[in-house]
């Protein structure tokens, strides 16, 4: 098992990556304020992993409540986190009660936003089953739902006490879920881990076969990486905004499509390679490095290129996204390969025909 | 124009306390991020402050939005909630743009919930407009909506940066909000300020009649009570309890005569004598303090008497209330007047009788 360590003074936590760990209730117990849980997961994930966890737990002492969501980013909505009220309220879970969320991005964001608003706030576990969610989601405190009128409008900067990555849940993800996780672990190299790519450049083969060392490796670099640029930017006031690389653009897919249409990954890979188009145009990168971008997503079986909603759609869209400042674009570009930078005054014609070079 | 300033390190802000500070926009400016804000109020608050408070800062070259919500404790809801996110993200409303709750204790508490919310938070400014707001809701971060089980049972801690509490909306209040707000007043002096009790027995016909001298007076000395509790404690794990003194109870008022039929500050004032005959059945307070606490609460207008629910359904509702601990009641007691305490083991049979001895 490794340890990756979140620096962030009071609200410092503890990273766990390994396999097995869903069968080891004594990693968890240290954490509880009471022993009793109330488990966040949702239909898909439940059949997998809920009984494994939930018998550690109960025969180590501990009272667990489950809750049980539908599943899918649709359903990343008020109504369903009403669902998780209604189940605490109704067992009378109480401030010292805490909550796991046990499954992808969308669980983990949800029960991590009830986690910070129930009873204005109780302690929080995240247990990621996917590769995205290890990597990324599971590790910052973003918590959120989605509003009509944008994604992740509505939310609460609320760190976990403990994340378990239990390498074995990626076993039986889906294909297409494991290479939208690998659009963020490539991220990292992108724009701040050179060696990091390189490695992954060279190991995507074990990955994609699902090497459970090489898993292992790539989830514990990335939430190093993730937890270094999180420790020194806590609220994204600044650094923290690198990690949005791609996303902006992949915002805009994503509410131009409709949530749920693609994977949020997929999206963050094509919007990556828009963001390396536009560097390129702007004189930071060589044609060669945004080939390099394609590349490695292509071999991760990534989508290159974004639906063709046409540039202005786009940039509307994009204005729409939270890390807009006063009606400025704020993107993240590639100075080079393995160093991200900030941008607050691109000029919209360069935006534009990056977006229409990078379209279907 | 008197200054509590609430002691809170890199949160700390000052509370402002006078007349005709709702058309100094001076006071507000030094507090925006951008010059931009979205005012949150009611249908019955804007008629008699927005345009007062809206021209002074679209003077000062401010661009102001206004959400105007249904008026009412039922309306402290999600639905209702979600009317400010749509005003927000309909007009773009970024994450530097302040909201300003201009209002009640219902206008404070769901606009400080979508500041914290917001795009997962936003500057936050309070100017309430009633007594009960500006002596106790509008201090110490306190923010949440109710659910259909339990009230303020989601919410966060989220400070303002500034609190603006003009004695002038004070005038058009209805008595029986008045008289609700001193309710929380009168706590200040039982739980911790004898001082200020005995000032309020001489001065509660001036407060009655809205004289702004007293009014200014004892708006500030609560302030100063409650600032420095939420400043030793600002999440509520031990001294900040004291200000629930009468809270328990009157939750159990509220939610089983249904959130709104009672006025929360009488559900309080009922609360408070409950507590005080509780405290004398354990033989801390004489019947003559029990006396006196009626006699305060009776001389304001207030009720001393709770509705007859029966005792044991009282206790069922108190034990949904977000205080509970492990199943176990925790409630707020006099020692003596003028000093609260922290209990956590009252006998049943004596919680049982003391709501028994003061129901109609």
């Known amino acids: 098992m490794r340890t990756v360590n979140v620096a962030l003074a009071e609200r410092a936590y503890p990273i766990r990556i390994g396999q097995s760990l869903l069968a080891k209730p004594e990693l968890i117990l240290p ?82 936003f009830a986690a910070a608003t129930y009873q204005r706030g109780v302690p929080f576990i995240q247990i990621p089953t996917t590769l995205l969610s290890q990597v990324d989601s599971s590790v910052g405190g973003k918590t959120a739902i989605n509003h009509p009128l944008g994604k992740n409008m509505i939310g609460a900067f609320y760190q976990p006490r403990l994340v378990l990555a239990d390498i074995d849940t990626l076993q039986t993800l889906p294909d297409a879920e494991l290479k939208a996780g690998l659009a963020e672990v490539i991220k990292y190299g992108f724009i701040r881990d050179l060696p990091f790519l390189e490695w992954l450049e060279a190991n995507l083969d074990a990955i994609l076969a699902k090497d459970p060392t090489a898993l292992t490796f790539a989830v514990e670099r990335s939430c190093i990486n993730k937890a270094e640029v999180v420790a020194n930017d806590e609220t994204e006031q600044g650094e923290r905004a690198l990690l949005n690389l791609g996303h902006t653009f992949g915002h805009a897919i994503e509410a131009g499509l409709g949530f749920g249409a693609w994977l949020h990954g997929d999206a963050v890979a094509a919007g990556t390679v828009m963001a390396a188009e536009l560097s390129a145009r702007l004189g930071m990168l060589q044609s060669s490095d945004v080939d ?55 000029p919209l014609a360069d935006i534009e025909a990056a977006i229409n070079a990078c379209c279907a």
């Open 31 to 112: 954490y509880l304020k009471t022993p009793r849980v109330a488990i966040v997961t949702n239909e898909v994930v439940a059949p997998l992993f809920l009984i494994r966890l939930v018998e550690g737990l109960t025969d180590a002492g501990v009272a667990v409540e489950s809750i049980i969501l539908p599943d899918g980013e649709v359903h990343k909505d008020w109504p369903t986190l009403n669902l998780i009220f209604d189940g605490l309220l109704a067992s009378r879970c109480e401030r010292s009660t805490t909550l796991i969320a046990l499954g992808g991005g969308v669980i983990g964001d949800m029960t991590g």
């Open 292 to 346: 390099r971008v394609r590349r490695i997503f292509e071999r991760a079986g990534l989508p290159v290129v974004g639906p063709r909603l046409g540039a202005e759609r786009y940039i509307e869209l994009m204005r729409h996204d939270k890390k807009v400042e006063a009606g400025r674009l704020r993107l993240i570009l590639l100075k080079e390969i393995g160093q991200g930078i900030i941008s607050d005054a691109t």
